[in-house]
């Protein structure tokens, strides 16, 4: 068994969630840009943002389900409305709407 499936394995016995955990980091220390709504999408899961945001001159898409607070206010997810993004600094790809 090599390593990341071992720490999976051991996550899933201790019941953490690494995805979680991680976006619970970023909407703590990552860093701020400003970035714009392309897209929004529902479905029966809930919704689905899908924008974009600069770092370094460059451009990242990315998209992402909005969690139950922020399906309360949905209305500020319309496509070309200005949205504060929290991204890693290490990989700036990685984000995540505040």
Excluded: C
């Amino acid at each position: 068994m090599n390593n990341s499936l071992l720490t999976r394995f051991l996550d899933r016995l201790r019941r953490r969630d690494r995805v979680a955990a991680y976006n619970s980091w970023l909407l703590r220390f990552g860093r701020i840009t400003e970035g714009r709504i392309v897209d929004l999408q529902r479905d029966e899961q809930g919704a689905t943002v899908h924008y974009f945001y600069y770092r370094a001159n460059v451009k990242y898409e990315t998209s992402q389900q909005l969690s139950v607070e922020q399906l309360e206010r949905i209305h500020i997810y319309v496509p070309g409305a200005s949205v504060t993004v929290r991204f890693d600094p290490k990989r700036p790809g990685r984000s995540i709407l505040q």
